[in-house]
């Protein structure tokens, strides 16, 4: 009889560690998965700000670029200033090539691929191009600013 209480008491023992083990897999289970959807619904959000970041317009790069190169040519005048950094350069070409619809997409690429590379040979000539599609009158600088 003893044996009988003490192999009874063993398995109701035995029964309840599996269903207190069992409740707490599943639980456990069930808290991944919603951690996962939680995850997985935060990148969704991240990928559409990503997605949804406003792209600069062709006229503000125009703009920027123009500014930027007022720091090389000689001028009476000058109508704005950006420091021509690699950082300005390098954030002016990632969104003209990010662009889709850029009219001066490629000339203005080759110019920031010069400046890049500390080529301003061809300044004078690149700020008359930019003044220009701003709509700027037939003043043409003729001097690099040393």
Request: hydrophobic letters at 35%; zero cysteines; charged letters at 30%.
């Amino acid at each position: 009889m003893k044996k009988w209480i003490i192999g009874t008491i063993t398995m109701i023992v035995i029964a309840v560690g599996a269903v207190f083990g069992v409740t707490k897999l599943l639980n456990y289970i069930e808290e991944e998965e919603k951690s996962l959807k939680v995850q997985k619904v935060m990148d969704q959000q991240e990928k559409k700000v990503k997605e949804e970041k406003p792209q600069v317009s062709e006229d503000e790069i125009i703009s920027t670029m123009h500014r930027m190169v007022h720091q090389k040519v000689k001028s009476s005048e000058k109508w704005g200033f950006i420091e021509m950094t690699n950082k300005e350069i390098s954030s002016a070409k990632n969104a003209v090539e990010s662009s889709t619809n850029f009219k001066y997409k490629s000339k203005l690429l080759s110019t920031l691929e010069r400046w890049e590379k500390g080529d301003f040979s061809q300044t004078v000539e690149e700020h008359n191009f930019l003044w220009e599609i701003q709509g700027g009158d037939a003043f043409s600088l003729r001097m690099l600013s040393y």
